[in-house]
């Protein structure tokens, strides 16, 4: 239960960082892009940081409309595909450690947690 955890915790951590992008403004919630303004990288900035280095220039953030740019080019390298990726094999992951119990028990239900957690970002 310990990996369940782990991999349904990661693919938790991934799903949001994702949402930190895609995510409507008009929606409750943090503003969209507010981890890459506060200077966290989150899957999709790591994965887009192997394709752009411009994206490491320019994430200090001096000048105006850098935090626009930085999150475009991290839409427009992958960086949102590779951490739905990431996220994705989390989750096969978690419910593949869910096998160990007996089925009727609470797997059906630990799993639905795996599956409604990752259709936020699928």
Do not use: W
């Amino acid at each position: 239960m310990y990996e369940y955890g782990k991999n349904l915790g990661l693919c938790f951590q991934v799903a949001d960082d994702i949402l930190d992008f895609t995510q409507s403004a008009e929606l409750p919630g943090k503003p969209s892009g507010s981890y890459l303004a506060k200077g966290n990288l989150t899957a999709p900035v790591i994965f887009a940081l192997e394709k752009s280095p411009k994206l490491r220039e320019i994430t200090e953030f001096r000048e105006s409309g850098s935090l626009d740019e930085a999150t475009a080019l991290v839409m427009d390298c992958g960086g949102i595909e590779r951490a739905q990726e990431l996220a994705k094999e989390r989750a096969d992951l978690a419910i593949q450690n869910l096998r160990c119990l007996p089925r009727g028990s609470y797997e059906p239900a630990l799993e639905e947690m795996v599956l409604c957690n990752l259709e936020r970002v699928h």
